[in-house]
């Protein structure tokens, strides 16, 4: 389910809540003597049940929201790192300088392809793979230098490339810390059956009317599913510092 856009998502939400809505009406054709006399307790349940389901609601879009914080976080935390070991570069011998300069005008790109690779599976590997091979040359190099050089500047250097090397892992734990299925399942069959309950109860013949509570509980979903979707829907992290470290390193040297 979590390959699904939020839209699709949206629409295949809104035929279960809508079928669910008028089965419940045909229930009440159906059985309207007995629905009449138990109003008093479907009334009683209704309410339970949307309260339930609000609850639910409420705390799965707080874990949305949580989420998108953190990813926005770790976006400038990765484009602060990298800047900073951009600037740190100075720090090196002539010939460690220039390789590990290199290796970040080629690095950054490939961070920005893997974080804008949307769904496509084949490109996040292919991504993934290039990532840890520039960060292995980047630390050959450093560690070549650290070997020939025992100073603090060497030492600044390389913490800032083990900050970036993290950063990295961070930011992909992140793109996969998705709210669980099985909570998703508990949230659409609790809204299925508040549908058949309302559906049940409502006394009005109007088809509008019915498809208003699928309409509010479909749009309530499909936001915390977009927001819990990093790399498709409408709700997605801009990489503007990430594009701003890429800028810097790009620039010609200022003499």
């Not at 970036?164 to 099985?182: C, G, Q, V, Y």
């Not at 013949?205 to 409408?234: E, F, I, K, M, N």
Request: aromatic share 6%.
């Amino acid at each position: 389910m979590f390959r699904i856009h939020p839209g699709f998502f949206f629409a295949l939400v809104f035929a279960l809540l809508a079928v669910a809505t008028f089965t419940g009406h045909r229930i009440r054709i159906r059985s309207q003597a007995s629905v009449e006399r138990e109003s008093d307790s479907l009334k009683t349940l209704e309410g339970a049940i949307l309260a339930m389901l609000g609850l639910l609601l409420g705390f799965t879009f707080s874990m949305a929201l949580s989420r998108y914080d953190q990813r926005v976080q770790l976006e400038i935390a990765e484009a602060n790192n990298l800047g900073t070991l951009w600037l740190r570069t100075s720090l090196l011998s002539e010939g460690a300088r220039t390789a590990e300069r290199a290796l970040l005008r080629g690095y950054v790109p490939v961070r920005l392809k893997f974080l804008s690779a949307g769904t496509d599976a084949a490109q996040m590997d292919q991504t993934q793979r290039q990532t840890g091979n520039l960060q292995t040359q980047m630390w050959h190099v450093a560690t070549a230098e650290a070997n020939a050089r025992r100073d603090p500047e060497t030492a600044l250097f390389v913490s800032a490339l083990n900050d970036s090397i993290d950063a990295t892992e961070k930011r992909t734990a992140a793109l996969e810390n998705r709210i669980p299925p099985t909570a998703w399942v508990l949230l659409l069959g609790l809204a299925a059956v508040a549908s058949v309950v309302v559906g049940t109860g409502l006394r009005a013949r109007s088809a509008w009317l019915r498809v208003l509570l699928p309409v509010v509980l479909s749009t309530a979903l499909a936001l915390v599913y977009d927001l819990d979707s990093p790399r498709s829907g409408l709700i997605r992290v801009q990489q503007q510092s990430m594009l701003r470290v890429q800028q810097q390193i790009q620039a010609p040297p200022v003499d």
